[in-house]
Every structure is written in structure tokens, then in C-alpha cells.
């Protein structure tokens, strides 16, 4: 096994020379997301090889829209290791593997599919599983998780660009007119994740109305999107707007999302793995924060805004509030508004894009 802690290029050499790798993805959608500029680091900076991503079958949609990714294995939640080992042998032999998720099983899922040079983070009992184990090493100040996934691909000795050019974001996929008469806004109230990150559905309602009484002449189609447990926020926000306006949620799969969200002029969102997906697309979001730290994961990328009320306790990270949801209720719905304006407003003033 060799240690991460030894710099000398005689540990990291053997990085240089594997042709086939397969990085295995987080499983939760939002660190997949936020897991991508270290996959296109890796390709980048070996443009010749190929490059699989093995991940759980929900994700393979996300990871087929990755400009980098030459193949996606995916395999059904719940399968034993010796199970999806044997779904990654299927796909032939690789060369080296990148661990993203942090855990014994991933580990185990690689060895058992029959890669022997592994590297990831060292921790929970799997160092003598991995050929490159490398320590996590918390930073002087907070920072976005995206680095925690660009420091492991750092530390494998391989050449890399700069971070501003890893992290960012593709061409918006559906771009906002010049001027527009009508814009399709995505909207995702929900949070799996708990209460704590949730703005008030009548909130969303009332900057939706607020952006509609402001700019009488613009059409704003609204499409809620959530998880099939959220299918009834969606219904409670859904009965607060005016047309048109479609509730989506429980009802899409990933890759449906994805192809909906590519039809999104912009999205409003809480911090989800919609938010990110979003972000992952191109697609401009107003990030709405409460409980958690835009600092570690606001949407990647350029072009989108942060709408945040710093309360005391905040960021506490907790599912429920256990005081009065302050640093969701002191945001009044007309930041949302102006913060969807102001991506709308630097969309049609931007210069045109040069003829090619």
C-alpha cells in the first residue's frame, strides 16, 4: 500500500501510466454534482484515456451528460458487493479506479469487480484495500466540497488545470432571450433533507406573484419539481399559483428531470440535489439557504445567486429547526424576486456572444 502522506514520484508514478479507469460516484445526486470537476480533472489530465463511472442505476442519466465519461456502469440500490463486482467485471478489466464515496463497501465493490490499484480517502478500515490511501486533512476556513473531490485527484500526481476552469459550468442549455416574452421557471420547494431547508411554500407563491405584477408583459410558466415524498408540497404550492403552472413533483425520474430542467430558462430552489443538478446543467438558480452553508454548497458555477439571512445559529445543519426557522423566515419573498430578476436583467444586457 502506498501512502498519500510520501510526495515522491516513485509512489505516484504508477498513476500516470493506467489507460482504463473507473471512478466510482457518490450515491446522494447533489455530491455526485459536486464530484464532477474531479472526474473532468482526472480526463483532462489524461485526455486518452477511457474513462467509466460505476454508480447506482438512479444516477446514470447525470453521469451520461457528463462531456468526459466514455461509459457508465450502473447497478440496482441494494445489491450485495460481490454482486456489483460482478456487474463491473461484466464491463471488462480497468486499469486503476478513483473511490469517491468515502467507505468500506465502494472499496470492496472495486477489488471484488477486479481492479487492484485503487485510490481514495483513507478511512473507515478500507487502507488495505487502496494501492494510494489519502488522509483528509480539514481546511483553515470553510470551502466548497467540489475542492474535497479535486484534492483526491491532486494528490494522485497528475497534471491538472486550474480550479476556475474545473469547476466551471457548461452553456446554458435553454438561454434566456434578450427579451423575453415568456420564461419557463423551475421551482423546487422540497428538501429531503429536512424542514430546516425548506422556504415556506406561500413564500415561493408570493415572489412568483411579486416577478409576475413586476413584469406584467413576460409570461412565467412554472414547473414545481421534487421527489415522489414531496409530491404534496408541490401540491400546496401548486394551489397558491396562478396559471400556468404544473406540479412535476414524484413524478420524474432523474433522467426526466434532466431533460426537464434543460428546458428551465432558471430555477428557484432550496439547497437539494435539484439545485445541484441544475447547476450541473447550466441552467441559472437562485439558491435559497437556511440551515446550511452556502460556503461548502452553493451551486457550482458562475451566474447564479445566493439568497441567504445569516442567523446566529446559523449554519446549524440540523433536519428541524429547533427555534422559530428564523434564517428561512427573515428572508421576505421579494429578495427571491429581485435575485430572479437580476439573473434575468444580467442575461439580456449581457454583450452577444462572438460569431464564430
Known amino acids: 500500500m502506498t501512502s498519500a502522506g510520501d510526495p515522491s514520484n516513485a509512489d505516484r508514478s504508477p498513476w500516470l501510466t493506467p489507460t482504463r479507469w473507473i471512478v466510482r460516484s457518490p450515491n446522494p445526486l447533489g455530491d455526485a454534482c459536486m464530484a464532477m470537476p474531479a472526474v473532468r480533472a ?9 474513462l467509466t463511472i460505476a454508480c447506482r442505476e438512479n444516477l446514470a442519466p447525470l453521469w451520461q451528460t457528463c462531456d468526459v465519461v466514455d461509459a457508465v456502469v450502473p447497478f440496482v440500490k441494494g445489491l450485495s458487493p460481490f454482486a456489483v463486482g460482478r456487474v463491473i467485471r461484466d464491463h471488462g478489466s480497468f486499469d486503476a479506479g478513483l473511490l469517491l464515496p468515502n467507505s468500506f463497501r465502494s472499496a470492496l465493490e472495486l477489488r471484488l469487480g477486479g481492479v487492484r490499484r485503487l485510490a481514495g480517502f483513507a478511512g473507515h478500515q478500507r487502507s488495505l484495500l487502496l494501492r494510494l490511501a489519502v488522509p483528509e486533512i ?11 473531490y479535486l484534492d483526491l485527484v491532486r494528490a494522485l500526481g497528475l497534471p491538472m488545470g486550474g480550479d476556475d476552469e474545473l469547476l466551471a459550468i457548461p452553456p446554458a442549455p435553454t438561454p434566456i432571450p434578450a427579451d423575453p416574452g415568456e420564461i419557463h421557471l423551475g421551482l423546487c420547494p422540497g428538501a429531503e433533507y429536512g424542514n430546516a431547508k425548506r422556504y415556506p411554500v406561500e413564500r415561493y407563491a408570493e415572489a412568483v406573484a411579486l416577478l409576475r405584477e413586476r413584469r406584467p408583459g413576460m409570461t ?37 428531470l434532466v431533460d426537464e430542467l434543460r428546458t428551465c430558462h432558471l430555477v428557484a430552489t432550496n439547497d437539494t440535489g435539484t439545485m445541484h443538478l441544475a447547476a450541473a446543467l447550466g441552467v441559472p438558480t437562485v439558491a435559497i439557504f437556511g440551515s446550511t452553508d452556502p460556503d461548502l454548497t452553493a451551486p457550482l458555477g458562475q451566474g447564479h445567486r445566493v439568497v441567504r439571512e445569516k442567523a446566529d445559529c446559523s449554519p446549524c445543519f440540523l433536519r ?37
Open 138 to 148: 480539514a481546511p483553515a476556513a470553510p470551502r466548497h466540497d467540489a475542492y474535497r
Open 220 to 256: 412565467v410558466r412554472v414547473s414545481i419539481y421534487g421527489s415522489p415524498a414531496e409530491r404534496g408540497i408541490g401540491d400546496e404550492l401548486a394551489a397558491l399559483l396562478g396559471q400556468p403552472r404544473v406540479n412535476r413533483a414524484g413524478q420524474t425520474t432523474i433522467a426526466g
Open 42 to 50: 482526472l480526463k483532462r489530465a489524461r485526455p486518452g484515456l477511457h
Open 320 to 356: 428541524e429547526c429547533p427555534v422559530d426557522y428564523r434564517c428561512m423566515l427573515r428572508i421576505e419573498p421579494s429578495r427571491v424576486t429581485q435575485a430572479i430578476e437580476s439573473i434575468l436583467e444580467a442575461a439580456t444586457t449581457a454583450p452577444p456572444a462572438p460569431h464564430a
